[in-house]
């Protein structure tokens, strides 16, 4: 063919833009032009006389072709098989569309193919659908054109910005016009993107609603065929929701999550500051620390929900109560603490300001908190600490105030102190006697017996006090070691141990003539009788001794009264139905009203000692004891008085109708021993208080 190359045909086969076969009646190439060539890789002389079917197509496609071409040159027909693919000889796939027709002339018949390469239409084709795809991703995507009109956005910029797509198509968009951004993020977008073609950050954006939010953007420039930038193509995600818990989970690490308020960790990072900056102008930098009083029977009573909101309101009004640049933090359950800034150079001046401060505090707290229809009410306990110019460190400030907020504590709660050598002194005093308490506890331990008249010094029972004494033989105060073992729970093993040794004491004496019939009396602590288990271990108490449960009378103060009436009514009554008695004691130092004494089922009125040692000289002493008197006689209450140490103010009890005596004028307290010779003294006669029908507490039986 190739040596007649001016026939028109043959033309047209040498210039063509497809690429021409001609095939003989058998399918065997006959012709082959330059672009058939240029689109196989092969060679007019290597291919012409093979069997075109074979020669570019494999497998079932080269199956699928002969059958093709059989059907057309059997029918002299015309086919167009669109899709193919063929084999290039360099073993690549190809994907091309045919066009077969068979002519017959003279010659026989003769095909005729033409073959266009597809494989790049094909492919920018697939790259669109997926492209299609993709576009309607979760993030937001947006294509503009190069000056950033908006040409098309997809559902998710519609879910995020709150525009519907023809709204935004043919607007500028907002994100890359000007005074939108922050100066410098705008301008580093505008001047990266000509030239990186590329850039990401996060930037501002706001919503139809008006809502600004953040959002991360990557924008990609599109360059056409100039290699000029034709589009942008933006998408972007909604970083505002990931952004505010990234935020609270620093806030989280550095917050206490109940009051929101800067926990220790922040706390002594702005102590730090504070002393800091108080160094460099030569001022004082103040530390309060307050902790609720019996914070844990609120909780433990009226609940932990209760507690929590109590806790936040705390915070609340400690806010409210103090200036803006006051640091206020929650450092850990009930504790709370603040520093005071720019305080007056003066040291007594700041004391006094300091002083002020805290009884603000104070006052602030001391109002009723109305939480779910309770009107709680609490007391504080404030430690003061003041940076006195020597640099220290923020800790122990901490630790000072610390100090002198135990002092507090110890001096009675609901009251404030500064901090003082003696007062660290004495703290480490107090870690040492507890744990001396802890190991000691019992082997050290012992109860000892006061013994309790009436009016005609008969005995009528005694009181179990608790001892301690130590290896070295002295002894340490129970007004001492009760307290520390209250605030540590030791006090629980405590009591109990106790009220063991009183049953079995009590158990024992009901087996000798004189001693039956006495009634003990036990000292209940707060937290021991709070504690869930208080009516169930006295039961058992009771119960494994084999004691009688009408001469087991147990010492509550007015403090365990005083909150939580209802409960604390169930479980006297629980008690009191097994003939258990309950006496008041130390009363007239606590706030119990009439109206409220009304309600406990009490045997039994003590009057504290503070009014008995001076009723010869103290003319108010005398009108309180009077007044205690007649406030248990009205409730039918026996009322003794306690700590009584002459004569002249047994006569003055007796005169008032005080009922029976306990004190160092009768007995001091003493082992169970020494109280059994010591009623057997008193009771020559063999009569026992039960025979004599002295015995008051027994005349009403249960
Ligand atoms: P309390 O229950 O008011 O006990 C009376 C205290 O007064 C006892 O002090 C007793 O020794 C003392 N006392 C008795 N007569 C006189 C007197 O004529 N003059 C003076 N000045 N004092 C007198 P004690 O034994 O030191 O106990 C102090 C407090 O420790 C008790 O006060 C009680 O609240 C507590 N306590 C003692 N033993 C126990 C116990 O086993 N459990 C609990 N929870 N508390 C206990
Ligand atoms: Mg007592
Ligand atoms: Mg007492």
Known sequence: MSQQPCSPWDQAMQHAFDAIVLLDAQGRVTAWNPQAEKCFGWQAHEIIGQALATSIFDGDQAAAFAREWQGVHQA???????????????????????????????????GVVFIRDVSERLDADNALRVAAVAFQSLEGMVVMDGCYTILKVNQAFVDITGYEAHEAVGRVSALFRPGRQDEEVYLAMRSALPEKRFWQGEVWDRRKSGERYSVWLRVTAVLGVNQEVSHYVAAFVDISKQRASAQRVQFLDFHDPLTDLPNRRFFLV??????????????????????????????DTVGHHVGDALLKKIGKRLRMSLHAEDTIARLGGDEFAVILQGMATETQEVAIRARNVAERLVHALGLPFAIEQRALEITVSVGISVSCGTRRASEDLLKQAD?????????????????????????EARFALNAAMRSAFPQQFAVHYQLQVDAAQRPLGAEALLRWTQSDGIAVSPAQFIPLAEETGLILPMGLWVLQQACKQLQHWACEPTMRGLTLAVNVSARQFHAETFVRSVLDALAHSGANPNLLKLELTEGITINHIDQVVQKMQALRSHGVRFAIDDFGTGYSSLAYLKRLPLEQLKIDQTFVRD??????????????????????????????????????????????????????????????????????????PLETGHHQFLKETS
């Open 76 to 110: 002299h027909s015309h086919l167009v098989l669109p899709h193919f693919r063929a084999v290039h000889r360099t073993g690549h796939v190809i994907r091309i569309d045919l066009s077969l027709a068979c002519t017959q002339n003279a010659a026989g018949s003769q």
């Open 270 to 299: 702005r102590l730090r500051q504070a002393m800091a900056a108080a160094d460099r102008k030569s001022e004082h930098c103040v530390v309060l620390l307050l902790d609720v009083d019996e914070f844990k029977g609120i909780n």
């Open 403 to 427: 100090i002198a907020m135990y002092r507090a504590k110890s001096d009675g709660r609901n009251c404030i102190r500064f901090f003082d050598t003696a007062s660290q002194a004495s703290l």
């Open 615 to 688: 009723l010869e000289t103290d003319n108010n002493d005398l009108a309180i004891a009077s007044a205690v008197v007649g406030m248990g006689r009205s409730l039918g209450m026996q009322v003794v008085a306690e700590g009584v140490e002459t004569a002249q103010q047994v006569e003055i009890l007796r005169a008032l109708g005080c009922d029976a005596f306990q004190g160092y004028y009768f007995a001091r307290p003493g082992t169970a021993q020494a109280l059994g010779v010591d009623i057997q003294r008193r009771m020559p006669q063999s009569t026992s």
